[in-house]
């Protein structure tokens, strides 16, 4: 929030409890830039994919999701529904 951009080699990742659509939601209120939201479930499948625009009020996944990754729009192609992830540390994701 706040930011002007964000540089393509970096992202964030929101982390919940457990799997929820409610929980996993988000809003793009102050970001004055598109994102490319993955959302992703305890299991490590991508359930939903976004193209988040600036200052939409909020977005849902499909389904419930407890990880919510948030990259350049430009790597939105590189995930897909369905597809396993693996997060191997606070800076790779796999």
């Known amino acids: 929030m706040f930011r002007r951009s964000l540089p393509a080699e970096e992202g964030l990742v929101l982390v919940y409890k457990a799997d929820s659509?409610?929980?996993?939601?988000?809003?793009?209120?102050?970001v004055n830039f598109d994102l490319a939201v993955i959302w992703i479930n305890s299991v490590g499948e991508v359930?939903?994919?976004v193209l988040a625009r600036q200052w939409?009020?909020?977005?849902f996944p499909k389904k419930p999701a407890c990880y919510v990754l948030e990259i350049v729009p430009e790597r939105l192609g590189e995930f897909q529904i369905g597809d396993r992830v693996k997060f191997?540390?606070?800076?790779?994701?796999v």
Do not use: G, P, Q
Request: charged share 20%; proline share 0%; net charge negative.
């Open 88 to 93: 191997v540390n606070e800076t790779t994701l």
């Open 56 to 59: 939409k009020a909020a977005y």
């Open 47 to 49: 359930v939903d994919t």
């Open 21 to 30: 659509r409610m929980d996993a939601s988000i809003h793009m209120m102050f």
